[in-house]
């Protein structure tokens, strides 16, 4: 695939992974179980996909010839099933691996896709790669120039797919949902969710499902594929992703536009705000509350959280750094600040982690009232340490890691591991290269 626009994406999570949900949180931890899944090309970082659904397991990834594979297995064999598809990756970050079963059993995957056409794959019988066909169509219409897929389920169980189409700073979010039963693929919604109006983009984290029953949105616009032009952190939720409300319960008329939407926080752009660096939780009482960083008064970068309050958002600082990530330009970047969202513990405290390059990860119990940091407390991973030790010896690789949190048992769970250079904006690298590494798979045990 070519790369078209260049824009600036920020995958990430504080610990290493491609999620936000974490299966676990704290106590002893061990591997109980090793098994190597392929060899992968190291050139540059881009999304795989894990998926478990007992008693099948499915991998898809890049391969060392960098051609997107998918690789099934049963749980506790060993042996792995191996499908080639017919897409090969180039330098971009952009081009990440999207999986996901409908509620028949039928494997469906998108991605290697960055402002180019639609490619979609689906099985013709369920839970078996070895029928993966390409379908060049879902609905027909703005499919052409699709950029970060994702599928997930709705509250009655359809698969729905999200994708944006168009670019950096001109885009528009679209949503269709699957019918099972005809295999075909229709509009969810009449119009697009969030239209940028030929002007911007949004870059939308969720829609996440609350304990309160709704589906919460939040996003930043973009006016340009520099990264320093993200602004004004916007809301909306919905009970059924079709009729849409702001956090007061008002009607939130669609497409939801720049001159429609509840912002959360106004900040500028140029302001410290990025795509990608946005959460969101819920405290004790089930209220939303939305992380991000941006600049304070002195130019710093800092952490906020923003909770829905009686008098509406009211944000909160949440650290007090003494320095600035001062990032912008095009293609994919590095983090050098990361954000995670507030969750409450297995003794009901608020919690929180953070992340900078300078510091390091902490996390910290907030107070109930004012957001402040208040206790710190120890950090759990769910990986063991000892996994996030480099094994190739060559400059600039980095550790990956990818749990499945969609499929996660109460003691146990499965890791995705494996290393790359760090990005190049989605530039070719000059030079030598490392050869290819092993991508494993773990299974971590509560000890």
């Known amino acids: 695939m070519h790369r078209i626009i260049p824009i600036v994406a920020i995958v990430l999570c504080l610990w290493g992974c491609q999620k936000t949900k974490e299966p676990y949180q704290g106590g002893p931890i061990a591997v109980s179980e090793k098994l190597f899944v392929d060899s992968i090309w190291t050139g540059h970082p881009v999304g795989f996909a894990l998926l478990t659904k007992p008693p099948h397991q499915f991998v898809a990834y890049y391969d060392k010839h960098q051609q997107m594979i998918v690789a099934q297995r049963q749980l506790g064999d060993d042996h792995w099933q191996y499908q080639p598809l017919p897409e090969t990756i180039g330098w971009d970050s952009h081009n990440a691996i999207r999986m996901e079963l409908d509620e028949q059993g039928y494997l469906h995957l998108s991605g290697n896709m960055h402002v180019d056409t639609l490619n979609y794959y689906r099985t013709t019988q369920p839970y078996d790669i070895s029928t993966f066909e390409q379908v060049r169509q879902m609905v027909g219409e703005d499919e052409d120039r699709v950029t970060y897929p994702e599928f997930f389920h709705n509250s009655q169980g359809q698969l ?101 939407a509840e912002v959360i ?149 499965y890791v995705l591991r494996w290393e790359t250079l760090t990005r190049n904006r989605d530039q070719p690298r000059t030079g030598a290269l490392p050869g290819p590494v092993p991508l494993v798979l773990y299974q971590i045990t509560k000890n």
Do not use: C
Request: aromatic share 14%.
């Open 160 to 260: 729905v797919f999200t994708y944006r189409d168009g670019s950096s700073g001109k885009g528009n979010q679209i949503y269709n949902v699957y019918d099972a039963d005809s295999k075909t693929w229709k509009r969810l919604l009449d119009t697009q969710l969030v239209d940028g109006q030929g002007e911007m983009n949004a870059y939308l984290h969720g829609p996440t499902l609350g304990p309160d029953g709704y589906y919460h949105l939040i996003w930043v616009w973009r006016d340009t594929p520099d990264a320093a032009t993200n602004h004004d952190l916007s809301y909306a939720k919905s009970k059924d992703l079709i009729t849409w409300y702001q956090s007061d319960g008002s009607p939130q008329s669609l497409p939801i536009t720049f001159q429609n």
């Open 265 to 413: 926080d106004p900040v500028p752009a140029k302001g410290g705000i990025i795509n990608g660096n946005i959460r969101i939780g819920f405290d004790q009482q089930h209220h939303p509350v939305v992380t991000y960083h941006k600049y304070d008064a002195d130019g710093n970068t800092q952490i906020y959280n923003a909770r829905l309050e009686q008098d509406g958002w009211q944000s909160y600082q949440a650290t007090h750094w003494d320095f600035r990530w001062d990032f912008g330009g095009n293609g994919s970047i590095t983090a050098e600040v990361g954000v995670s969202p507030v969750r409450v513990n297995a003794v009901g405290q608020l919690t929180q982690k953070f992340y900078s390059a300078r510091l390091g990860k902490s996390q910290y119990v907030l107070n109930d009232t004012s957001l402040a940091q208040q206790e710190e407390l120890a950090l759990f991973p769910v990986f063991p340490a000892t996994l996030d030790s480099l094994q190739t010896n060559f400059p600039d690789m980095r550790t990956h890691f990818l749990y499945d949190e969609e499929s996660t048992m109460k003691d146990s769970w």
